[in-house]
């Protein structure tokens, strides 16, 4: 059986090939084949560490499902909880994400969006009353360094 570490492997290595993205339908069909490899393993153990939380987040938060943003925010916090950093821009990033998907501000801002490959990048709208310092504490842009990033991506399009 793999591991949780091979399935993420896995995941980014679909994500870093040229032709692959090409034809993003064969990386969704192997998600769902990863995500029930993932499932299984998730049955079998009674414990899993930080780092494996970690990469469930990762193999859950490419899913379009609600239901699987949900399990991805779980999963990232439950790995900041047990002590791994790099979680914590994940979960941020999940819950920006579950937010937006849900048609609602986004606390952190981490997502960006475009309608289409011609249109201009957008920052989701922001919840206002989320401060910089709350968004350092996830590891997490300022809100003037998303707004530059957004304008950065759109000079390079």
């Given at each position: 059986?793999?591991?949780?570490?091979?399935l993420?492997?896995?995941?980014?290595?679909?994500?870093?090939?040229?032709?692959?993205?090409?034809a993003?339908?064969?990386?969704t069909?192997r998600?769902?084949?990863?995500?029930?490899?993932?499932?299984?393993?998730?049955?079998?153990?009674?414990?899993?560490?930080?780092?494996?939380?970690?990469?469930?987040?990762?193999?859950?938060?490419?899913?379009?499902?609600?239901?699987?943003?949900?399990?991805?925010?779980?999963?990232?916090?439950?790995?900041?909880a047990?002590?791994?950093?790099?979680?914590?821009?994940?979960?941020?990033?999940?819950?920006?994400?579950?937010?937006?998907?849900?048609?609602?501000?986004?606390?952190?801002?981490?997502?960006f969006?475009?309608?289409?490959?011609?249109?201009?990048?957008?920052?989701?709208?922001?919840?206002?009353?989320?401060?910089?310092?709350?968004?350092?504490?996830?590891?997490?842009?300022?809100?003037?360094?998303?707004e530059?990033?957004?304008?950065?991506?759109?000079?390079?399009?």
């Amino acid at each position: 059986m793999k591991t949780l570490a091979q399935l993420y492997e896995e995941d980014q290595a679909d994500r870093r090939d040229p032709e692959l993205l090409q034809a993003f339908y064969l990386i969704t069909k192997r998600d769902t084949v990863r995500r029930k490899l993932a499932e299984a393993i998730v049955v079998k153990r009674k414990q899993l560490s930080g780092e494996e939380y970690y990469y469930l987040e990762m193999l859950y938060q490419h899913r379009p499902a609600i239901s699987h943003s949900r399990l991805a925010v779980r999963y990232a916090k439950r790995a900041c909880a047990m002590g791994n950093e790099k979680a914590k821009w994940l979960y941020a990033g999940a819950t920006d994400r579950l937010l937006s998907r849900r048609g609602k501000p986004q606390r952190y801002g981490t997502q960006f969006a475009r309608k289409n490959a011609k249109s201009k990048w957008k920052l989701h709208p922001v919840d206002p009353t989320v401060t910089d310092e709350q968004r350092a504490k996830w590891n997490v842009l300022s809100l003037a360094e998303a707004e530059a990033k957004v304008k950065q991506m759109n000079e390079e399009n």
